[in-house]
């Protein structure tokens, strides 16, 4: 049961990310004061209003489509980054290893929300800013894991036989190792967008995430913080969305790895 419902509400998540503006009656950003504060279940106004009288369903799917897409994206980034040198570090050995793999470690050691805020707060909030940090941020895992799962493959009998029979290089990374370590990676991802989406929430928050008046879910938590004695759902409903999408990508990273790894099947 679980392994039909979290793919299926992962992408509800994606296609209300994706229709979700179109579809939403309103403009995210049109304001009126005259309907400020309007109440869940208001006509026209189905999770009511902000106090700039913005429709918060609206603000909602326009939020979603920027932070599954900042995620998204920066999780492709660092899954091709992660894999270039995992895979490099592990087939080629010797100096390349240990140069790449301490640069890794050194990278893991660093606080990652730190990190981000350092950044951030250097070059200015901005999407392109959010997802190249965050990218830098989650490249290491991705490294760790090809590193290890190509280690793994490369000591198998197939391997060996291609590497004998003169196979070329780029010929078995391609054909060979990266097939057989794609499983692994695929889990790895679903962690890290999860992840992406709490990192970048939480700047959001602090003000060093998207730029507004663009929506951001974190941005939306911010603003309704201030309101929480008198208008709590203007800061329960956005943050809602943000607890049950990082919930999702996350129990649905650990039930595919568990899927794909025996030893997490015979570990629970």
């Not at 992408?11 to 990310?17: E, I, M, R, T, W």
């Amino acid at each position: 049961m679980k392994r039909i419902l979290l793919p299926t509400l992962a992408g509800a998540l994606v296609l209300f990310a994706i229709v979700g503006p179109c579809i939403t009656p309103g403009d995210p950003l049109a304001q009126n004061i005259v309907a400020r504060f309007a109440p869940v279940g208001t006509p026209g106004h189905l999770l009511g209003t902000d106090n700039f009288g913005r429709d918060v369903l609206a603000r909602i799917a326009a939020g979603a489509q920027v932070e599954l897409f900042t995620a998204l994206a920066s999780t492709v980034i660092a899954l091709t980054l992660g894999v270039l040198i995992g895979v490099t570090a592990a087939y080629t050995r010797g100096l390349t290893e240990g140069v790449l793999m301490r640069g890794v470690d050194v990278m893991l050691s660093i606080p990652p929300l730190i990190l981000a805020l350092l950044v951030v707060a250097a070059l200015g909030p901005s999407v392109p800013t959010l997802i190249g940090v965050l990218a830098l941020l989650f490249t290491p895992g991705f490294a760790r894991v090809a590193y290890g799962q190509t280690l793994s493959v490369r000591s198998r009998p197939f391997i060996q036989a291609a590497l004998i029979f003169g196979a070329p290089r780029m010929s078995i990374i391609r054909g060979q190792i990266l097939p057989n370590i794609i499983a692994p990676l695929l889990a790895q991802a679903s962690l890290t967008i999860a992840s992406a989406i709490l990192v970048g929430s939480g700047l959001g928050f602090l003000g060093l995430g998207i730029r507004p008046p663009l929506p951001s879910w974190g941005g939306m938590v911010a603003d309704g913080q201030r309101y929480l004695a008198t208008h709590p759902m203007l800061m329960i409903v956005p943050g809602l969305f943000v607890v049950t999408t990082i919930l999702t990508f996350s129990v649905l990273g650990d039930t595919l790895r568990e899927l794909w790894d025996p030893r997490e099947r015979r570990g629970r």
